[in-house]
């Protein structure tokens, strides 16, 4: 076990917002949404077509004959980690020092029912020759190590919406376990597609409210009727102290702890107990009291059950003082990606001493005692924070970061 912090020195982020992270925390930043209604021919008679898309083309900034062989969440994750990775300052690692830890929740599944479509219409010997590649769940972890010539592992934990928190925990251990120096961690999502989209609304999972999309997601708030499916990733690079000391590089945050847990309850309703274990365990292992949180970046996907259950497990383990903040409201929900883009959000909040807007909160649910930032951004220096990510199958994870 090796007894040094772990940092992070870089950060990237692909989002509906914008296409790097200066795009997506400015406009987390100023309350903007990523929400809209889509016009795409094969969306016009789905029950639900609110969704909040990339604002650019991940494969635009890859050389054609690269991006005709990725999935879109595989050109995302590239993309995305070679900002990270840029904005860490290409750190000089050996490569079996290095790793790269990318959770997902459907991997290529843009790619799979694309490919499906071409064999049911009979035209199988028409398929792509990188269709397998592009459908691998573990494909943005392998073609990021790739990219960047890390040797000490490429791993994909795949625990629905807290797979990128999860995977951020997976760096933080790999780390402290000396498997590594420096870990390339977080999630990402491409499932704007019919069938999730079709089989997301079957569930009643999805709010309905097409006449105003960009009030659709709205955590917290007495009027939620469920989450937009998002899109995105979001990436960070981690070191241990020592090493990033060594270099010389700019420390944004202190990765402090972790914790990832299961209800083993039911498959989709989330135990409020499994909650309250990963955040009170997670400021155990980051050596914190609840006291000494300021700040809370919520899971909160705007869906009537799961809201107030999150916010009774904030409120029973760390109180009801810390400043609150659900960016979902934003750029909906990007589940495989949602816990890293939860963690970027936090990092940069404790960074600049800037908590971006709850949006859509006009009328907080009366059995939420919580206090959420709304309105504007609130500037206030805060120096530990929790980033929670919950999914499906009764997977949890909560992050705890620090100031540097």
Known sequence: MVHDKIVVTGIGAM????????????GL?????????????????????????LPVDPGASLPRKESRRLDRCEQMAIVTAREAWAHAGRPGVDPTRLAVVIGTGYGGVASTLSQHRIVEAGNARKMSPHAIIMLMANGPAAWVSIDLGARAGARTPISACASGAEAIAVGME?????????????????AIDNLPLAAFAQMRALSTRHDDPEAASRPFDADRDGFVLGEGAGIIVLERESFAAARGARVHAVAAGAAVNSDALDIVTADPAGQSRAISTALIRAGLAPTDIGLVHAHATSTPVGDPLEAAAIAETIGTHPAVTATKSMTGHTLGAAGAIGAIATICAL?????????NLDRLDPAIKLDIVTGAARHDTVHAAVANAFGFGGHNATLVFTTA
């Open 15 to 26: 989002t509906p917002l914008g296409g790097d992270l200066d795009d997506t925390w400015s």
């Open 29 to 53: 930043l100023a309350g903007r949404s990523g929400v809209t209604v889509l016009d795409d021919d094969w969306a016009r008679d789905l029950p639900v077509r609110l969704a909040a898309r």
């Open 174 to 190: 790999m780390i402290q376990h000396d498997l590594a120096d420096v870990v390339v961690a977080g999630g990402v999502e491409a």
């Open 351 to 359: 960074r600049d001493g800037a908590i971006p807007p709850v949006r």
